[in-house]
């Protein structure tokens, strides 16, 4: 589904991806783990086109994204849960979650608006409350739901667990087991290693902008190096 070949981007004279390469095959949970600066977060952000890279290729279903802009890749079917949830403070829940249906019909915004309510039901509890009045693991669920309106056949999500307390790490992690079960792909960047290697299918991991390990998830767990450097063992 999503394939990125010998990808290099540039903040400045910083060089933040060095020509990474990885493949995301329809209908699984892969994941890219590494520690801060890694390259992480750049990595969805050149797939969806807020940030260009000075050479290399994103491929989605064979159509290479390198030249659309964003609002065009997300169009294409290819939904982001940005790190920090960067939800809209000042409108309610429901409002939030109608932003991310904006290319649907009512139809599939009705159905849409059903399922993330299912996969978190206290978003349908306080839809018309202020999303900046929530709590962090709340915000966390709008972002994640916002991210699912409009119906994405490929879903990014950027570090969601970061800073929830455990019982919301689990409901989180267990959204994104449900949301590929519905039949969607997911492309997962976490600082926790563990949470996402025991989910994923495939796995990467990233260091100073290269891709230095990558096999499935389960394997990875008991890899001497990951466990060493990122499960803290």
Do not use: W
């Amino acid at each position: 589904m999503l394939e990125i070949m010998d990808l290099h981007v540039f903040y400045g004279g910083i060089h933040a991806l060095k020509g990474i390469r990885l493949a995301v095959d329809e209908g699984r949970i892969v994941t890219l783990i590494g520690s801060n600066g890694a390259g992480k977060s750049t990595t969805l952000r050149s797939i969806v086109g807020l940030v260009k890279p000075q050479a290399g290729s994103v491929r989605f279903r064979g159509e290479e994204l390198t030249r659309l802009s964003t609002h065009q890749i997300i169009r294409r079917g290819i939904g982001i849960s940005p790190e920090g949830r960067h939800v809209f403070a000042n409108l309610t829940v429901l409002e939030n979650l109608e932003l991310g249906a904006y290319n649907r019909t009512a139809a599939e915004y009705s159905e849409q608006l059903e399922r993330v309510y299912s996969l978190f039901p206290r978003l349908r509890e306080r839809c018309r409350q202020l999303a900046g009045t929530l709590s962090g693991g709340e915000q966390q669920m709008v972002a994640f739901g916002r991210a699912l309106m409009g119906r994405p056949k490929l879903v990014l999500l950027d570090e969601p667990s970061l800073g929830l307390a455990p019982l919301v790490v689990e409901e989180v992690f267990q959204a994104i087991e449900a949301v590929k079960k519905d039949g969607a792909t997911v492309l997962l960047v976490e600082q926790n290693a563990m949470a996402s290697l025991r989910i994923a299918d495939y796995a990467y991991v990233l260091e100073t902008g290269r891709v230095i390990l990558e096999g499935e998830g389960r394997v990875l767990l008991e890899d001497e190096r990951v466990i060493k450097s990122y499960l803290g063992e």
